[in-house]
Structures are given as structure tokens and as C-alpha cells.
DNA sequence: CTGTCGATGTAGCATGGGCTACATCTAGAT
DNA sequence: ATCTAGATGTAGCCCATGCTACATCGACAG
């Protein structure tokens, strides 16, 4: 593998990894609105801030990005809803994210420390790893 | 745990992946830098730029953020230097890198694989984790 | 009814991190 | 000595994502 080989792959594992990045915001709030809609039936401005920490102006902007990508769109009563790629999109990440959590601790790391991790690290494992994962939690039950 | 407390915590996982993201190209910027030390002696712009996959304006720029952090500094002769605490971030970032790595290949990734997963993971991972990690990795030999 | 308050939305700002286009500077080839 | 190409730097743009301050609007208490 020449020098130039070498430098090829690792822009592309950067390359990669931004564009995870750009895809992390969406991926974690349809999740979290087909949560919030399964529990309470309406997923507010408010409850999105609650969830995420930050302002209601950022998550308005964070929406109203989302919906143009076509994952959601608002009700007339004001909540928001799922569309049928946003729906699953949420069904895949909450999945990954069920795994992800499942096998750190699985892996020994206690339930808060692995909740805290798998928010992160969720969005960086290609389904090769996250087959790997779902592996090792068939192997040890 | 009430309603608010659930939020609280949600809220706290995600302020910390956002901090973990404003950290994330520092580390690796100084782990590229003492990367290319060891192996040419020396750390140009072109070179980082050949190993992010970015323009060399950025690469610049970043270079210079970082610089205001005190992790690096500029010789005369133009190439990248660490300063100590850089050096320290470096060491740290490098050995947790090939820590993950190394544990995903354990797990049965592919080495081309576990290389792309591993440039976005690593930024996430408390050290409660990579304990686990390096349990799991000692117990397969 | 009216006043207040919570939720939503807008205006305008900052910073990080991408980019192209253009400027400069130096070293090496001719 | 001069010309050229590579490396570096600057100017100025874009977008995502954070913020505060201010405006609106609707429901409900009094
Ligand atoms: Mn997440
Ligand atoms: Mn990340
Ligand atoms: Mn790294
Ligand atoms: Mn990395």
C-alpha cells in the first residue's frame, strides 16, 4: 500500500465520519419524536427542548431542517409527526440505539454510563460492527 | 425518577456529545501531528491536509484554533510543533485509538472496517467504557 | 372581559468548519 | 538570472448550530 493509498483511506474515514455527523441531528430527533409521540401522543417545540438541552429557537431551526429533508411536517394542532421515511429512520436508530446500549452493557459498563456513550456513539457503527455486536449478545444470552 | 429528572439526564447525555464534538478535532488533529513527527519529522499543512481530506484553508484555520488552545505551535522552519499539554492530548488520543481498534477487531470487525469505526467512536467513549473495552480485550487474549 | 403566562415564532448575532479565488514566497529547473 | 510550481496565507463566501431579545397568540384565572 503506496504512501498515497495511505492518505486516500484516511480522508475518506474522515470524509465519513462528517458526514455522520451532518446526519446525527435528524437521526436523533425523529427518534426522539416517535418516542414522545408513542408516549404521550404529541411532540412539542417544548418537549424537544426539554430533551435535548437547548433553546426552543434551536430546536424550531433544528425542525424546520428536518422537514425539509422530508422526515416530518407539523400538524395543524401544532404537534409533529413522522413521515413515512422519517418513521423509519426513527425505527432504525432507535433500534441501533436499543443495540448499541444493549451490548455495552452487556460489555460491564453500568446503565448510566452506557446510556451516556451510546447517544454518541450510535451514529459512527457501520451495520458490520453493529452485527458484531448483536453477535456477541446472542453469545453471552 | 420524575419526568423532570428523565429530561434532565437526556438533556446532559446530549450537552455531553456536543462537547465531546468540540473536543473531537483537536484530538485528532494532535494525534496526525505527533503521527507525522515520528514518522518524517516533520508536520506541514499539506501534509494534514493530505490525511483530513479538506482544503489546506481549512486545515489553516483549524491549525489555528487549536494553536489558541495551546496544544501546538508553529516553528520557524514551518512545520507543526506539540507543546507539552498537546503532546499529553496526543499520547492519550492515540493509545485510545488503537484501544478501540484493536477491540473492534477482537469483536470480529474487519480491519478496513474497524479502521472507519473507529475514527468516530473513539470520541465518544468514557473511560468506564474503554475499561470494559480493554477487560474484554485482555480475556480474549 | 381582561390580563397574564406559556408556547411558538422571528430577528439578529456568534462560532465552527467547510469552500474557491487570489496573493505571496521560496526553491529548484532551465 | 529568471521562470515556475508548490506551499502557505488571506479575503470572503456558505451553512449548521448555538444563543438572547422581542413579538405574537391562545387558554385560562380572576
Ligand atoms: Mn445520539
Ligand atoms: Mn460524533
Ligand atoms: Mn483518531
Ligand atoms: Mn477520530
Not at 401544532?78 to 425505527?91: D, H
Amino acid at each position: 500500500m503506496s504512501e498515497g493509498e495511505v492518505k486516500m483511506k484516511s480522508a475518506a474515514r474522515h470524509d465519513r465520519v462528517r458526514q455522520q455527523h451532518s446526519d446525527e441531528l435528524a437521526e436523533d430527533y425523529v427518534e426522539a419524536i416517535a418516542d414522545l409521540l408513542t408516549k404521550s401522543g404529541q411532540a412539542r417545540v417544548i418537549d424537544l427542548q426539554g430533551i435535548f438541552g437547548v433553546s426552543h429557537v434551536s430546536v424550531i431551526r433544528a425542525l424546520k431542517r428536518i422537514e425539509e429533508r422530508k422526515l416530518i411536517h407539523k400538524t395543524v394542532e401544532g404537534s409533529w409527526r413522522l413521515t413515512e421515511t422519517g418513521e423509519a429512520m426513527a425505527k432504525a436508530s432507535s433500534e441501533r440505539h436499543e443495540l448499541v446500549l444493549n451490548f455495552l452493557q452487556a460489555l460491564g459498563v453500568s446503565d448510566l454510563q452506557a446510556q451516556v456513550d451510546a447517544e454518541g456513539m450510535e451514529h459512527h457503527l457501520s451495520s458490520e460492527t453493529l452485527s458484531s455486536m448483536r453477535r456477541y449478545l446472542d453469545q453471552n444470552q
